[in-house]
């Protein structure tokens, strides 16, 4: 797994960040005292929040006036989605080998 990946899954790790992930994917963009709104936490908890975010490049930051305006990066949900069907697709091939065998030994005893 690459570290980016790793990154993701380390940020959405927590189910917090996982709603503030859930309200950028409705609203689109939003500031932290938007997002703060929505949630039962402190504007600076959002913004720790927003940062772990940042950090894991789920979202990018805005500048627009005085605000600071967040939204979702799809890049590295679209890779951890990608490196969880790749784990998927081997765990089935490795299934259907030993559904082979099971088969092909059980046949074997008949």
Do not use: C
Request: hydrophobic content about 45%; overall charge positive.
């Amino acid at each position: 797994m690459s570290s980016d990946v790793g990154a993701t899954f380390s940020a959405l790790a927590d189910p917090t960040r996982r709603r503030v992930i859930a309200l950028l994917a409705d609203r689109g963009t939003a500031t932290a005292s938007e997002i703060a709104r929505e949630l039962p936490i402190t504007r600076q908890a959002v913004g720790k929040h927003l940062a772990a975010l940042d950090a894991a490049g789920l979202v990018s930051v805005r500048r627009q006036g005085r605000e600071a305006r967040y939204s979702l990066t799809a890049r590295p949900l679209e890779e951890a989605v990608t490196w969880i069907a790749s784990v998927g697709a081997e765990w089935d091939d490795r299934l259907a080998r030993l559904e082979a065998y099971a088969r092909h030994n059980l046949n074997a005893r008949s």
